[in-house]
């Protein structure tokens, strides 16, 4: 499947210097543990960098001036990316456009980009537009007016409502939704009267959405997710809501709505963001976190609701604890009174 | 687009009354920040009260004697609802039904109400009945003996299984699945056996359902929708559950089996709800709340596990400190030592 | 619909014994309180005993030696998985193989055993093979090189993406995605780099995946879910994660990538586990815990970060009341000032 390389070609696809062998011929990649002999393996965490005196490996990848206990090394400054890459030179076929497969279902007012690939199955309504080397999987539905940049992938049975666009190079994971309608409702008296949901969702280049997660299209404007920033699978973002650049938002949580994100915040899996807030650049919170109101830019927080997350380790800590803790109180508050009744009886009754 | 009406006329369509000029004409709607002179906007929360002066809007929707800053206003009772009725008779285009289009695939067996649209690539299976002026659009799948009733749209990719039944008006989000197999598994004493579920979900009329929730059908009889309940996206309901009429389950919420959930409760972001337990009336769970037991009707709890929302706010403000506390605990246990050596030390060794 | 039987005909369909009329004919199945005359009802819970006395039910299946309140009775070891087998006997039809239906999408280079059935819209893509009497229903999507197991059920809109491979008798529930791109990203100095998703998922045989859940594919290697284990809906499973066999995975838990779970575990609803961490055999972690190191196995944990489910029980119940035993600790404090002012005044001045 993959083609062989030499030790030296890699080093030099990934502008990193050669020690050891550079004629050695790589055929694939493994980790320290798996990989054997004609494969290359890395090292990013320094916690493990023992193990490379272990490793069965051909080659490995890490950090220069590391030591290679006498293995063929290729020092990089940054070894888990330069695996990364690896992987796609390695592992990634040249993607080879198919054209519009029989049994798709496209509009014939659809205007479609050069080398498109729509599989069978698929569905793109009325006016759609879609980029150059895009690929939409069976089973996605674009509804009317939707517009997708370049070199999109919408993988199967993913959703993408009336007018939403997304720009170039975004990845669409299986059953993920894309401008469902926003949950607004007023009260009328008797029961809940339903606010029509007339805006859009726009998802910037680079970004990517996961499997069966869900972002709304706002009430009248639009819900915006900025370049390069990565939603994990089953996450929820609700109407309104503004995500900057280059987060990372980790499965199953949930944004509620018109909060605004700043840039490259990371939102750690299960956390809850209440609407109407704003969260700083550069912010990270915690696993689970309730985040109740806005917060600071460039610190840490978790808990519910949030606390700084330092301030957070040492509490949760003591929670396990209470019951000790109350068990002391109590006993303390036996010892006073019995001062007290040492002391003060003389003095007064009670 | 959108059809231009005067100020009274909208006025007289709410049954509002005009404050200024009441021929002004009105061409869209915006919010206080972006509409312009010829756009209508609202004023719901009195907090804003003073944007009003700021706004470029044409006319304020608001309510009966707020200062209106020398702006056009039209004053109804409740300015949200008017909004929400003005995007619907501004923005919402009147339905026009489009039959059963060209690769929908619809059972011989099924029977369609008047002006049904089925979209191309959507399944209706074997003795599915489908009320008049409902939607279902590409890639829904109606498996057998499901009942939907008039003016539903089911949207992109939802799936109701077998014998489901949908009252009139409900909406389905893109990915939904109504009556996917209840989580139920008895132990043999090697490993689980699968407890067939053969009963079903039933929805009433105006139920509404986000993307990618799951409602599972019950073991043997129904879990039950009542009239009005909105559920947001990637919500779980367990089989057997009954929920009652209007309320409101936000994102991500977890109902567990056979839980019976009153009218008019509101479950916030992430709640999670054990099994065979009562939630009364007219309750509200604050977000990421845990409910491990029955909640008494009419009131506010938080926290996990619950307790009255009032305690919890108390509460959930101590944890952070709960480091100080300590501290303090152990430098009063020092301090009555000393008290105890001073007071006692003649009389006891200990 | 369902075929009567006589009461000795079932007791001996399931290995137990009579006790009072065993020619009385039964027609189905109901609960304590719903099941009519010719219905039989089961007793499982012990709680429920004195239901028994009041049930119109035909007769009870209940444990050996239970007060049957002269009830006509079957006794078997095991009364719930009894009656989930007669569940089975009595509403489940027997499975008929429909073939490949029209409008079912086959490439022509799949494999296909005996009496499968594909229904209309179902995508099969290059190089699938499926195991016979397995079903594919409507809009379901298996990738290229998908390798599915024999008597399997793939659910409406369900994704299996490239090369994943399950055992026989998996059962995948609508919308569920097997093998969507692990969320792996390196970070570039820019932005992040994508980190190719090269591995697969493997289920083992008796999976089953609730609806809309995401199981990601590894990064290099294998994501892999042991024979037998149940995942409930909404569940997320990270890239490289191991779970064992005959687990109970109930809804909207999410699992980091390589955390290692161990046999017969139980993670009760919407539980976060951490990655790169090992849960030993026949752990029980309770519902909304969050998981963040390795568990030794055969013990029940709860909380956030989790502790031992007994200890977490306790100092759960002190969280709404620590208001009040900040305020014990205040009055304490002045008790203790006032002490140390009579005590020590004419000591020291401090």
Chains 1, 2, 3 share one sequence.
């Not at 996961?210 to 706002?218: E, T």
Request: glycine residues 12%; contains cysteine.
């Amino acid at each position: 499947m993959t083609q062989a390389r030499t030790v030296a070609e890699i080093a030099s696809y990934l502008g990193g210097t050669v020690q050891g062998d550079g004629a050695k011929l790589i055929s694939g990649l493994g980790t320290l543990e798996t990989a054997g002999p004609d494969a290359l393996t890395f090292l990013a965490n320094p916690r493990y960098a023992s193990k490379v005196a272990e490793t069965s490996a051909g080659a490995v990848l890490m950090s220069p001036g590391g030591e290679r206990y006498g293995r063929t090394a290729i020092e990089v400054a940054n070894p888990y990316l330069g695996f990364a890459k690896l992987l796609a030179l390695f592992y990634t076929a040249p993607h080879e456009p198919l054209g519009v497969l029989p049994a798709a279902i496209v509009d014939a007012t659809a205007t479609l980009g050069r080398d498109v690939t729509v599989y069978p199955g698929a569905f793109i309504g009325k006016n759609v537009t879609i980029g150059s080397r895009t690929v939409i999987y069976p089973g996605a539905v674009l509804y009317d007016n939707v517009i997708v940049g370049e070199e999109c992938i919408i993988h199967a049975n993913a959703v993408i409502r009336e007018r939403c666009r997304l720009g170039n190079r975004c990845i669409i994971q299986p059953g993920a939704v894309i401008g469902s309608d926003g949950f607004g409702y007023a009260p009328d008296g008797r029961g809940y009267y339903r606010i029509p949901q007339i805006g859009i969702v726009v998802l910037d280049d680079d970004v990517e959405i996961g499997a069966n997660s869900c972002i709304d299209r706002a009430a009248v404007e639009v819900t915006r997710i900025r370049r390069g920033t990565k939603l994990d699978n089953l996450v929820q973002i609700a109407h309104n809501c503004e995500i900057g650049e280059d987060c990372m938002i980790v499965s199953q949580v949930g944004i509620s709505g018109s909060a605004k994100i700043g840039n490259h915040v990371t939102l750690a899996g299960q956390v809850g963001v209440a609407g109407h807030l704003t969260i700083g650049d550069n912010v990270l919170v915690g696993a689970q976190s309730g985040v109740p109101s806005s917060l600071p830019a460039n610190a840490a927080y978790s808990g519910t609701p949030t606390m700084p997350h330092k301030e957070w380790l040492k509490s949760s800590m003591i929670v396990p604890r209470l019951p000790e803790l109350r068990k002391t109180v109590s006993a303390l508050e036996k010892r006073i009174t019995e001062l007290e009744a040492i002391l003060k009886q003389p003095r007064q009754e009670n």
